[in-house]
């Protein structure tokens, strides 16, 4: 079964930039991988996603322009850049893994999950 682990998240400023990974081991067969995030009080939803095999990238429209992520195929590995961070998208940040061969937004859609890492910006 494929595991999936976060890392990188902490404390920055309002305009700041943060850069979290998530590292993937295991039986590695997802064609999409996302990215969610949760805040206090508030339902999971989907910050972003990529193709594992093409590359090709989708983002809500709360962080297009902000954030940008990549995968790097031979070391299991999807990122997250997140540039000009505001407080509201202080969360618990969680990457998932889905196999079917179109891109999902729900949280439904998504069957592998990692424990989450947070992330607070500050004002």
């Known amino acids: 079964q494929v595991q999936l682990v976060e890392s990188g998240g902490g404390l920055v400023q309002a305009g700041g930039s943060l850069r979290l990974s998530c590292a993937a081991s295991g039986r590695i067969a997802s064609r999409y991988v996302a990215w969610f995030r949760q805040a206090p009080g508030k339902e999971r939803e989907f910050v972003g996603a990529?193709?594992?095999?093409?590359?090709?990238?989708y983002y809500a429209d709360a962080v297009k322009g902000r954030f940008t992520i990549s995968r790097d195929n031979a070391k299991n590995t999807m990122y997250l850049q997140m540039n000009n961070l505001k407080p509201e998208d202080t969360a618990v940040y969680y990457c998932?893994?889905?196999?079917?061969?179109?891109?999902?937004?729900?949280?439904?859609?998504?069957?592998?999950w990692g424990q989450g890492t947070q992330i607070t910006v500050s004002s």
């Open positions: 990529i193709s594992r095999s093409i590359g090709t990238t």
């Open positions: 998932a893994g889905r196999y079917a061969n179109t891109l999902g937004r729900r949280e439904d859609d998504y069957s592998t």
